[in-house]
């Protein structure tokens, strides 16, 4: 039986190891020598990272009972237990800016806030495999017209690739959540950087999503944009119709109305 961290409380422990290979083997190896595990708890995942003999694992813990544990029964992953917080870790102090995967079970309570982390640090990470409640990996896979369409999944398609890989049911977890989970894996893509300013694509996003209901036309207001930019048509639409490219579009056409 594994140690709930105390801090983590969000965190189901998986316990079919099965399903755990099956996660380590969503991994490609390809673009990175390094992977890291963020919440290994008891080791359930890391066994299977540590046969892939093309990588060499990390794992980041903030349970002191789990990284005991580890130090324990994983003696070849002992200079790799990293205890800290993923959230508030500089990856550069660990890794320089040498190319890392990111792999785990995450814990509901903290997993969009980890999603997040990923994309500041994009960067370092071309490939991201996962484990959450099942109704977040869908959000972060939706594509544009379905109503779980949003700002996880723009923000997340706009520089990786997701695929929506797998349903995990609830009896294979101690303690067993109430709802299924979902494994993803993000790909990064080939030309993930912008051509418009980041923050200010992040802003535009967030705020037509603030109020999806309305029109683009409503939602944008507080851009106070041009009466002529606000006849194109696309503000006739609401957020979820959008595309990533689309997104994309609607912030250069915002700010050049403000240059203007």
Known sequence: MSVR?????????????????????????????????????????????????????FVVEIDEESVVYLQNNFVELKQNILQAD??????SDYFQQEPIAIIGNFPYNISSQILFKTLENKDQIPEFSGMFQKEVAMRIAAAPGSKTYGILSVLTQAFYEVHYLFTVPPTVFNPPPKVDSGVIRLIRRE??????????????????????????????????????????????????????????????????????
């Open 5 to 57: 961290p105390k801090k983590y409380l969000g965190q189901h422990f998986l316990t079919d190891l099965n399903i755990a290979r099956k996660i380590a083997d969503t991994l490609s190896c390809e673009g990175y020598k390094k992977v890291l595990e963020i919440g290994p708890g008891m080791g359930v995942l890391t066994r299977f990272l540590l046969d892939k003999k093309s990588l060499e694992t």
């Open 191 to 260: 030309n993930y950087r912008l051509d418009v300013d980041e923050k200010f694509f992040y802003k535009v996003v967030k705020t037509a999503f603030n109020q999806r209901r309305k029109t683009l036309r409503n939602s944008l207001k507080s851009f106070n944009l041009s009466d002529k930019l606000r006849e194109d048509t696309i503000f006739a639409q609401r957020p979820e119709q959008l595309s990533v490219a689309a997104f994309l579009s609607l912030t250069r056409a915002i700010v050049q109305d403000i240059k203007v």
């Open 86 to 91: 993923f959230l508030k870790m500089d990856l």
